[in-house]
């Protein structure tokens, strides 16, 4: 047990007068309303100060100060502390602690100990004793008078401080406390922003996600099994994608079943007796988890876990995981989790009794309040959080864009079905790195490379993420700041697999996606890939809607060439800038711009707005009458 009689850590030539002041806080308890508790705060900065050394404080979750440590002005030392003995729970215990060097952000050894000791947060309050010098001396041999105390914890003291952060434990998609978020860095003035974290910390603990295939401890035997309607059209094997999705998520497909029907069954989708025996070859093949290839109910994953006795997921499931693996920013990481928070909320009902496992938490939950409400409510709570925190990025996304076309460099998108080789074109056609895996989604977070023409012609090429049959709605939703990319591109290259039997479905189904993110309309490029595995002569493919089509080999090299020229022709005479005066009353014109093509600038004046920009050709007839003579 931590000895709360004394302060702990280098407490080396402090004055006894300091330690006691600092001892009067141990043991108190302070507002809950209060991440960092200005009382607190003012103690902490005026230490610092002082000795110029870290201060650490420990608070429980009832925000008593359980312990305080000195350091020196670097680091401090920090004391093992017993908090909650779950590696999956985080320990009910936040650490605040000063920077003598005014640095805001957590450092190395700090985030170190946030994961080790699975702090609830931990908050930075950076501070500038050196600016502090001329207006506070204390002489070593100078007693700690009342007097100095009282003007130690003055509000001007707070005028030394810099700022702060406060960083928290994110779960992986294993359910594992291994990732960091820091919140801010935020001046002084705005440290009530960082309360925001008690609900986040609050939902991190009690939530370990359902969705995620548990394969740390080895990968996972599975049957797949889907219903193929009666009408369905489609060629090939119809469970080919779910045996590459399982595959991608780390499973190991050990049976597989299809049944044939005009609807899936309300109840147990593939009907009672299918399930009865998937029961029985479950058994058989010694499989711990079923996947189905459609979004299921939550009442129809009840039931087949009842009838088959293990794990049920389905194809939304399946896919949210994948994604989850794969995202590696933050951006790809809270779109990740937005999506899958959006799908687990209506299920609450169907997940009712999973979830009474997850339990604990900050005591905020009202007398006499449901389990599921206060589940529901967390959820709520947290989608809140991600859909600001990405409104934030969709309007940092928005300025880059503006800048860009302030440069004028032309965007290129490359979009297509997911492994169709759109990143090895990006590799091919730039001279770059971007990883590559023959895996369904082997890259999820887009990337942006530089493309120079021998002509000397300068373009961005953005990869976006990959599409998939049944592509989730939340997911397409949640990633919406990331497709726009391909809403506001001059030129999309929809790259196809040569080799997929299935070509023309997979054609319709970026469309189709294109057409839901309002990108179907931009001018584009079919790239069919991979013809170094056809036959020669096989190369006659058609399709509307396209300025060119380009048979391509994107890792021999074969037609790149061809493709990079008609890339520099497309951009040689596709945009015709303009200056025009549009009249106040009509107020469709910059709109129309806006989407058609790019606005360099905006005046405002008595007759009317001056816009500069650029539009392409066929468009331009549109604003002719706007130019200013």
Known sequence: MINISKILGNVESVRESILQYMEGFLGKTFSQDEIMPPEVVEMMVNVTLIVNREVAVYLDRKCKIISISLGDDRSVSLPEIEGRKNENRLSGIRLLHTHPNGSTMPSDIDINSLKTLRLDCMGVIAVAPRAADSVIDYPQTKAFSEEEIQFCADEKIMKYVVGGSVSVLVRDLLGKLTKTEIIGPYNRINFKRFNEVFDYISDIDKSVPEISLDIENGPENAIIAGVVLDNNKSIGDPLAELRDLALSAGAIVVGEMIQKRESPDSKFYIGKGLADELALKRQALNANL?????????????????????????????????????????????????????????????????????????????????????????????????????????????????????????????????????????????????????????????????????????????????????????????????????????????????????????????????????????????????????????????????????????????????????????????????????????????????????????????????????????FFHRINGFVRS
């Open 290 to 618: 079923v996947i189905f290839d459609d979004e299921l109910s939550p009442s129809q994953i009840k039931n087949l876990e009842e009838v088959i006795g293990s794990r049920v997921i389905d194809r939304t499931s399946l896919i949210l995981d994948i994604f989850a693996k794969r995202a590696n920013s933050s951006e790809g990481r809270l779109q990740v989790e937005l999506a899958q928070q959006k799908y687990r909320l209506p299920r609450l009902i169907g997940l009712g009794t999973e979830l009474s496992r997850l339990g604990g938490g900050i005591g905020t939950r009202g007398p006499g309040e449901s389990k599921l409400t206060s589940d529901r409510e967390h959820i709520k709570r947290r989608i809140h959080y991600l859909e600001k925190q990405l409104n934030e990025v969709t309007a940092r996304r928005n300025i880059l864009r503006q800048e860009r076309n302030k440069k004028e460099v032309p965007v290129i998108a490359i979009v297509g079905y997911t492994n169709a080789g759109k990143s090895t074109l990006m590799n091919a056609l730039c001279d770059s790195d971007v990883f590559v895996e023959n895996k369904l989604f082997a890259t999820l977070d887009p990337t942006v490379r530089r493309l120079v023409t021998p002509e000397k012609k300068d373009f961005l090429l953005v990869d976006t993420v990959g599409f998939i049959k049944k592509l989730p709605h939340d997911l397409v939703d949640a990633f919406k700041s990331t497709l726009e990319e391909s809403v506001y591109a001059d030129l999309l290259l929809h790259v196809v697999d040569a080799d997929c039997p299935d070509l023309s479905e997979r054609i319709m189904i970026v469309e189709k996606i294109l057409q839901d993110i309002g990108a179907d309309l931009r001018p584009r490029y079919l790239v069919i890939n991979k013809i170094d595995k056809l036959e020669k002569g096989s190369m006659d493919y058609t399709r509307e809607g396209y300025e060119k089509i380009f048979y391509i080999s994107a890792i021999d090299g074969i037609g790149l060439e061809e493709l990079r020229s008609s890339i520099t022709d497309f951009f040689a005479h596709k945009d015709r800038k303009f200056t025009i005066v549009v009249p106040y009353t009509e107020g469709w014109v910059i709109p129309y711009i806006h989407e058609k093509g790019a606005i360099f600038s905006e005046e405002y004046e008595e007759n009317g707005i001056v816009v500069s920009g650029k539009i392409p050709e066929e």
